[in-house]
Each structure stands twice: as structure tokens, then as C-alpha cells.
């Protein structure tokens, strides 16, 4: 079992800068792939991010050279710093966890709130 709570959201002007923190409970943390979900108000949710168990990382286009994915194993953390937020940015924050054999997340936090106002 893994326990996931997100923190860092909150309010941010246009070209600002947020920093995402996904403490994670249980043994192991470092073996689980780790994404950064969103979702956008009345939008499906969709993935930002992803960090494998070694750190390759993934990133969806649209914050491809603004987000940064990483993990730190040791603390069982995962974060997502994020420069140049745009309104499109806005929107709950999910971290979630998979077992790299498998494709579904098994667990998720709660999420936090990040708008972007411009």
C-alpha cells in the first residue's frame, strides 16, 4: 500500500512559478513509476508528467520545457516544479502511482489546487 498527499498549490500570476511536492508513504516508493495528473475545469483529466523508478522522465507537450519532473527516493517524495504557468496550467494536481508491470495507477492522492490567474 502506498499513501500519496500532494502540497504547494496555490494562487500564482501568469509567468510564475509553482513547486509541487507528492509525499509518499511505504517501503516502496522507489520502486513505482510516478506521474503528475491534471485536470482543468470541466476537462478530462490528463497526464503531465512521468518518472520511472530510475528517473527517466516523460512530459506531455503542452508543458514540455516548463515542468520538471523529480524524485527524490531516499525521502519518498516526488515533485513537479513548474516556471512560466499560464492560465492554461490551472486546474487539481494529482499525484498517483503504478507498478511498472502494470498500466492502471493503483493509488492517488487528493490533489492540489493551482490557478494561474493572468
Known amino acids: 500500500q502506498v499513501q500519496l498527499v500532494e502540497s504547494g498549490g496555490g494562487l500564482v500570476q501568469a509567468g510564475g512559478s509553482l513547486r509541487l511536492s507528492c509525499a509518499a508513504s511505504?517501503?516502496?516508493?522507489?520502486?513505482?513509476?510516478m506521474t503528475w495528473f491534471r485536470q482543468a475545469p470541466g476537462k478530462e483529466r490528463e497526464l503531465a508528467a512521468t518518472?520511472?523508478?530510475?528517473?527517466?522522465?516523460y512530459y506531455a507537450d503542452s508543458v514540455e520545457g516548463r515542468f520538471t519532473i523529480s524524485r527524490d527516493n531516499a525521502k519518498n517524495f516526488l515533485y513537479l516544479q513548474m516556471n512560466g504557468l499560464n492560465a492554461e496550467d490551472t486546474g487539481l494536481y494529482y499525484c498517483?502511482?503504478?507498478?511498472?508491470?502494470?498500466?492502471?495507477?493503483?493509488?492517488w492522492g487528493q490533489g492540489t489546487q493551482v490557478t494561474v490567474s493572468s
Open positions: 498517483a502511482a503504478r507498478d511498472p508491470g502494470r498500466r492502471i495507477y493503483d493509488y
Open positions: 511505504g517501503r516502496t516508493f522507489s520502486t513505482y513509476v
Open positions: 518518472i520511472s523508478s530510475g528517473g527517466t522522465t
